[in-house]
């Protein structure tokens, strides 16, 4: 059973670029998370996605974008790239179960890391 | 609004040493309560949560954690620590009666095990 995937592994862009991040679910989830992990830092809630809408969101800029398929996978874009974008760009997914106390533990992915020149 | 604070940037322990990892929430309400771990080159995962009961909850590599609603706290221990600890720590905190509701991290704790 494959856990989550997300590609590509590094990547790097320049400022004012354009970048696209990609995410595999693990079987069976539903949900999508996205975080940035800047360098000595925890990692901060960018969005959420459950059936291809976004259902929460983060203090993140609209430069921050994303979408769910209807595999449940997801992208994660970024416009006009600035220096403090650069971060590992962590992937969570979950099964939403709606309604009740327990947690579905989110699984994270082993992250993008995006440096910006 | 909902935020984390871990009080150690980075901790340095022999081994066989025992380690306490602080941590405190502010959150208005009832909130679910986690620690996780971030190996060196390797993905983020769940040591421990809570989420209700036993304030006292055991996790994953012999670590727990106790939960003192009244400090707002979340505190991590290991009795005896070994090399293989060496990793970030994360204490973060989200709502409940949400399965997949955000996740507030804390800004980690750095510990590094000496042989």
């Known amino acids: 059973d494959a856990g989550v995937t997300q590609s590509p592994t590094h990547l790097i862009k320049t400022r004012g670029q354009q970048v696209t991040l990609r995410c595999s679910p693990k079987?069976?989830?539903?949900?999508v998370s996205w975080y940035q992990q800047a360098l000595g830092q925890g990692p901060q809630f960018i969005f959420q996605?459950?059936?291809?809408?976004?259902?929460q969101r983060g203090n993140f800029p609209d430069r921050f974008s994303g979408h769910q398929f209807p595999n449940y996978s997801s992208e994660l874009n970024v416009n006009a790239l600035l220096l403090g974008d650069s971060a590992l760009y962590l992937c969570a997914s979950s099964l939403t179960s709606g309604g009740s106390r327990s947690y579905n533990e989110q699984f994270f992915g082993p992250g993008t890391r995006l440096t910006v020149l | 609004a909902q935020s984390v604070s871990q009080h150690n940037h980075h901790v340095i322990l022999s081994e066989a040493a025992s380690l306490e990892l602080g941590c405190n929430y502010s959150y208005g309400g009832t909130v679910n309560l986690f620690w996780y771990v971030q190996y060196p080159g390797q993905h983020l995962q769940l040591l421990l949560k809570y989420f209700s009961g036993d304030p006292l909850v055991k996790g994953i590599k012999g670590f727990e954690a106790e939960f003192i609603k009244s400090k707002f706290s979340f505190n991590l221990r290991k009795p005896s620590v070994q090399w293989s600890d060496t990793a970030e720590y994360f204490c973060a905190v989200n709502a409940p009666y949400s399965s997949a509701s955000k996740i507030i991290f804390g800004s980690g704790t750095r510990l590094s095990i000496r042989p």
């Open positions: 079987s069976g989830h539903d949900t």
């Open positions: 996605y459950y059936e291809e809408e976004e259902r």
